[in-house]
């Protein structure tokens, strides 16, 4: 989705504008994205929510899926129309994300994708002003960011806690797909079983921690698989 990602300033980019479209085409190649945990549960009315590996953080990311094969997107046609009533706070904030500076985990500065169709010289609003000084779009964007940033932080403590407490298992899933069957695998969910049973003292500290609803969340949403596998049976038949 992010193919050419720079620093926003002025000097580079004092006469762009950011247009304001609602194709998401830039996103119909993307089968999985990130999600916060204050997202959970309206994504998972819509999809299925797991984690996979994360190597550069040492930890598991929470993800939704958008697609049962990599390259594909269900939720996003051919207009590029998405078709979903909640869309993740990713894929909202493109052309725009938060780069660490220096690997410090406080200080971070916000790109673009000078490679996005919505980032041009003559359509759309302004970035900067004339004088070089932000636009108020800009600053929304920076405060989005910020917000996202946050939940990001409350995010990774939330995953670090399921993998401490081994409470993550690998998902292997069988599907039948038109005259197929296909495995779900590659991906981690929450195990029930352990989950229950935790010790009471474990259990109040998810619940401390505001984590439960985000658990239940997780693992209803796993039944949105078998949309994802009827919006692909619907797309090969059209």
Known sequence: ???K???VNAQRHINKKIKNSESYTFASKIHIAYVTLHEFARASATYPIVFIEDRERDDFRPVALLGLDSGENLFVDGDGKWHASYIPAIIRRY???LSQVGGADDQYVVCVDEDSALLNDTEGAAIFAENGEPTQVLENVKRYLGELQQMDVLTR???KFLSAHN???PLNMR????DQIKNISGCYVINEERMNNLSDDLFLEMRKNRYLAAVFAQLISLSQIERLVMLKDEQKKS
């Open 167 to 169: 409470m993550l298992t």
């Open 95 to 97: 052309p725009f994300a």
């Open 1 to 3: 989705m992010f193919q």
């Open 5 to 7: 990602m720079v620093p």
């Open 157 to 159: 403590k939330f995953t």
């Open 175 to 178: 599907v039948r797909q038109a």
